[in-house]
């Protein structure tokens, strides 16, 4: 029942973006933040698609952008690349949640971002780069987060064993990749 004042972006993947444009028509008043790189993207993809539909340029994204270390309310914005080069999560500085995007999955089964999980094998499939998904994971476990919210599955209270073993599967995943290669 409460009002939507901000639209805050993790990253540019489609399945987190695809409705921006009709979130921002039907709340014109709310306050659109995402990090540089994500803008910078966006930016560049509404200009080819604008230039394609119509040869003029796109709408104005009116975004406030973001870096690591900012803040959208009580949320510090911290980076977490791999999953794609542009996405963030979320730290709340009020009781450690997070909201990691898709640095973390829960849906199939908790993972890092890039180890493919059978039920959920989508994030693990769309990630960039899978050394630095862990780098970030291990930097995001770091927080010792009180909750974890994901793009993709459950939140997770007290994940902190969690994220450990995802973490770990991740590392002994990605050491057989690395031998094989």
């Not at 709340?27 to 698609?49: C, F, I, N, W």
């Not at 975004?63 to 709340?92: C, I, K, M, N």
């Not at 009020?94 to 959920?120: C, Y």
Request: charged share 20%; proline share 5%.
């Amino acid at each position: 029942g409460g009002q939507i004042t901000r639209i805050t972006l993790t990253h540019c993947h489609s399945d987190h973006i695809g409705s921006l444009d009709a979130l921002i028509a039907a709340l014109p008043q709310a306050e659109v933040s995402m990090s540089s790189a994500t803008e910078r993207v966006l930016r560049d993809d509404r200009a080819v698609k604008a230039k394609k539909a119509n040869g003029a340029g796109p709408s104005p994204l009116n975004a406030r952008t973001l870096e690591a270390g900012d803040r959208v309310g009580s949320l510090e914005v911290v980076a977490a690349p791999g999953h794609s080069a542009d996405q963030v999560a979320y730290f709340d500085v009020r009781d450690r949640s997070l909201i990691a995007g898709d640095a973390f999955q829960t849906r199939g089964g908790i993972a890092v971002s890039g180890t493919i999980k059978f039920l959920f094998p989508f994030p693990g499939w769309a990630t960039s780069d899978k050394p630095l998904a862990l780098e970030s994971a291990r930097s995001l476990r770091a927080l010792e987060p009180s909750q974890l919210a994901v793009g993709h599955g459950d939140t997770l209270s007290a994940p902190l064993a969690a994220m450990d073993g995802a973490i770990s599967e991740s590392e002994r995943k990605l050491g057989a990749e690395v031998s094989h290669a």
